[in-house]
């Protein structure tokens, strides 16, 4: 079992810049992989970010040389860099963590992004 808390949503403006917190209640080191999803009103739930346990990285198309994933293993926390943001990156931003390959996602409970144009 692993417990996600989220943090470091709120409202921003067009262009500004925002950095989400994911702690885990257990070691990061092992797992698999940790991400971030995001959910606007209406649509469906799509992957953000994703970073392996060998650091490696996949971003959406919409977020590339925007946004930025990382992994601190000592602090047990995923953080998701927001930069140049903009209002249709408005959405509840989800951390997830896998503990083995093809294991199913543990979730944490979201963190609204507001982008106000």
């Given at each position: ?46 992957l ?18 925007r ?32 503990i ?18």
């Open positions: 079992q692993v417990h996600l808390v989220e943090s470091g949503g709120g409202l921003v403006q067009a262009g500004g810049s925002l950095r989400l917190s994911c702690a885990a209640s257990t070691s990061i080191f092992s797992l698999n992989a940790m991400g971030w999803y995001r959910q606007a009103p209406g649509k469906r739930r799509d953000v970010a994703h970073i392996t346990a060998g650091e490696t990285t996949n971003y959406a198309d919409s977020v590339k040389g946004f930025t994933i990382s992994r601190d293993n000592a602090k047990n926390t995923v953080y998701l860099q927001m930069n140049s943001l903009k209002p249709e990156d408005s959405a509840v931003y989800y951390c997830v963590a896998q083995r390959a093809s294991y199913p996602y543990y979730w944490g409970q979201g963190t609204q992004v507001t982008v106000s144009s």
